[in-house]
């Protein structure tokens, strides 16, 4: 059995558009006509420019190659060009096309990809979602009102939800690190506040930052945010800055978490020598792929630390995240996009079940999921963003700053 055939299918999600702008699926053949899908989630160059990278990696590394050979094909992508180190867009590339040998070789041996790596774990992963706005309420105002996000995630506490995540902490800039804002601290407290109220102990608070804050800054941030206990402080500063997010880890009593914009082992190991952080959160579909990213989860056992695989992108990275998380010990929750996600579960004919907070494990081969091909295909992308982007404009000290979650608001 040798890979044969790729196909990249480039598929932009209907409004709002939770999971990113646009996903990028690759559909892999072998020579005896097996499929294997993957999804890249590697976003700092636009995807006609991602479609060349992951054309070139399969040509150059694997076209031809017996799909079970993960190993080889991973050192010949590390390694390209005599570099042997972490490259965000190439292992973004190689990723996705590793996913999609997990899904020939589970599906050659009608198994699913947990049950060749070890086995089953955890027949139900906790899951958790960001709280997005309910049908009923404004979009413009639901990402600075603390009233809102209580009310959604008290009706997320509702529908089984034993954690929700939140980040009101804006904004993202271009910048690096910033002092936040008084009023950005106030505004995170009170959150943290109703929200608390809202679900008592009935629900862990996950307060999501993206590096964007100085050191002192996230310090000061933590020490608001204390009193409310959250289950996690994500990523507080530059994930490129493992010694001051140590700094951080020691100065709050709140359990930092990063690992979203990571790849490879390479990139998590000072993470965890240095105790920057206690909970990793790779997005599989960056990090270097689903063995990859076990190797990672192995590494973190070690350092007692915990596994909450990352979710903004499309249904197959999920499905891969969901084939690691039923297999490894240290696993904390997995991420969501809702229940699943209306649009999401539509590509993959809904083969992955939610029930009352947790992901069942699937038993079907591969992947254990069935796509659309024909629904992915009919929602091409035709813009010009990038999958995320961060703003050019500082922090904003005077009139306060509104950070609309992951997707721009619609009138």
Same mark, same amino acid.
């Not at 017996?66 to 094909?73: A, F, G, K, V």
């Not at 590390?78 to 180190?85: K, L, M, V």
């Not at 040998?101 to 198994?111: F, L, V, Y």
């Given at each position: 059995?040798?890979?044969?055939?790729?196909?990249?299918?480039?598929?932009?999600?209907?409004?709002?558009?939770?999971?990113?702008?646009?996903?990028?699926?690759?559909?892999?053949?072998?020579?005896?006509?097996?499929?294997?899908?993957?999804?890249?989630?590697?976003?700092?160059?636009?995807?006609?420019?991602?479609?060349?990278?992951?054309?070139?990696v399969?040509?150059?590394?694997?076209?031809?190659?017996?799909?079970?050979?993960?190993?080889?094909?991973?050192?010949?992508a590390?390694?390209?060009?005599?570099?042997?180190?972490p490259?965000?867009?190439?292992?973004?590339?190689?990723?996705?096309?590793?996913?999609?040998?997990?899904?020939?070789?589970?599906?050659?041996?009608?198994?699913?990809?947990?049950?060749?790596?070890?086995?089953l774990?955890?027949?139900?992963?906790?899951?958790?979602?960001?709280?997005?706005?309910l049908?009923h309420?404004?979009m413009?105002?639901?990402?600075?009102?603390?009233?809102?996000?209580?009310?959604?995630?008290?009706?997320?506490?509702?529908?089984?939800?034993?954690a929700?995540k939140?980040?009101?902490?804006?904004?993202?800039?271009?910048?690096?690190?910033h002092?936040?804002?008084?009023?950005?601290?106030?505004?995170?407290?009170?959150?943290?506040?109703?929200?608390?109220?809202?679900?008592?102990?009935?629900?862990?608070?996950?307060?999501?930052?993206?590096?964007?804050?100085?050191?002192?800054?996230?310090?000061?941030?933590?020490?608001?945010?204390?009193?409310?206990s959250?289950?996690?402080?994500?990523?507080?500063?530059?994930?490129?800055?493992?010694? =001051? #997010? $140590?700094?951080?880890?020691? /100065?709050?009593? *709140?359990?930092? +978490?990063?690992?979203?914009? @990571?790849?490879?082992?390479?990139?998590?190991a000072?993470?965890?020598?240095?105790?920057?952080a206690?909970?990793?959160?790779?997005?599989?579909?960056?990090?270097?792929?689903?063995?990859?990213?076990?190797?990672?989860?192995?590494?973190?056992?070690?350092?007692?630390? =915990? #596994? $909450?695989?990352?979710?903004? /992108?499309?249904? *197959?990275?999920? +499905?891969a995240?969901?084939? @690691?998380?039923?297999?490894?010990?240290n696993?904390?929750?997995?991420?969501?996009?809702?229940?699943?996600?209306?649009?999401?579960?539509?590509l993959?004919?809904?083969?992955?079940?939610?029930?009352?907070?947790?992901?069942?494990?699937?038993?079907?081969?591969?992947?254990?999921?069935?796509?659309?091909?024909?629904?992915?295909?009919?929602?091409?992308?035709?813009g010009?963003? @990038?999958?995320?982007?961060?703003?050019?404009?500082?922090?904003?000290?005077?009139?306060?700053n509104?950070?609309?979650?992951?997707?721009?608001a619609?009138?």
């Open positions: 059995m040798k890979l044969q055939d790729l196909d990249i299918i480039v598929t932009a999600p209907p409004a709002p558009g939770w999971g990113g702008r646009y996903w990028i699926f690759v559909k892999v053949t072998t020579d005896t006509g097996i499929v294997g899908w993957g999804e890249v989630y590697a976003a700092s160059i636009g995807p006609d420019a991602m479609r060349a990278v992951i054309t070139d399969f040509e150059r590394h694997m076209l031809g190659e017996n799909p079970e050979n993960i190993e080889m094909m991973f050192r010949r590390y390694s390209s060009g005599f570099t042997q180190r490259d965000l867009t190439v292992m973004g590339a190689f990723s996705g096309l590793e996913i999609a040998c997990w899904d020939i070789i589970g599906k050659a041996h009608e198994r699913p990809v947990y049950a060749l790596m070890g086995g774990m955890n027949e139900r992963i906790r899951s958790y979602t960001y709280l997005y706005p049908d309420q404004s413009a105002d639901f990402w600075t009102s603390p009233d809102l996000a209580a009310e959604c995630a008290a009706q997320m506490v509702t529908d089984g939800f034993t929700v939140f980040d009101p902490a804006g904004p993202y800039t271009a910048r690096g690190g002092m936040p804002a008084m009023s950005d601290i106030s505004q995170s407290a009170a959150f943290c506040k109703a929200i608390r109220d809202a679900v008592g102990d009935r629900a862990d608070l996950l307060f999501g930052t993206h590096g964007q804050f100085s050191t002192g800054g996230a310090i000061r941030l933590a020490k608001a945010l204390e009193p409310y959250p289950l996690w402080f994500e990523e507080p500063v530059p994930p490129d800055n493992v010694t =001051q #997010m $140590a700094r951080v880890a020691r /100065a709050t009593s *709140i359990p930092i +978490a990063t690992g979203e914009r @990571l790849t490879t082992k390479a990139e998590f000072p993470i965890l020598r240095q105790g920057a206690s909970i990793l959160q790779p997005a599989l579909g960056r990090s270097g792929g689903i063995l990859e990213t076990k190797k990672i989860a192995a590494m973190a056992e070690v350092y007692n630390a =915990q #596994m $909450a695989p990352h979710l903004y /992108a499309g249904p *197959i990275e999920w +499905a995240n969901i084939q @690691l998380a039923a297999n490894i010990p696993l904390l929750m997995a991420e969501t996009i809702q229940k699943g996600g209306d649009f999401h579960l539509a993959i004919k809904n083969s992955i079940t939610w029930e009352g907070g947790f992901i069942i494990a699937p038993t079907a081969p591969g992947l254990g999921i069935e796509v659309d091909e024909d629904l992915a295909r009919a929602h091409p992308f035709t010009t963003g @990038l999958h995320l982007e961060m703003q050019d404009t500082p922090c904003d000290y005077v009139n306060g509104d950070f609309q979650g992951g997707a721009p619609v009138d």
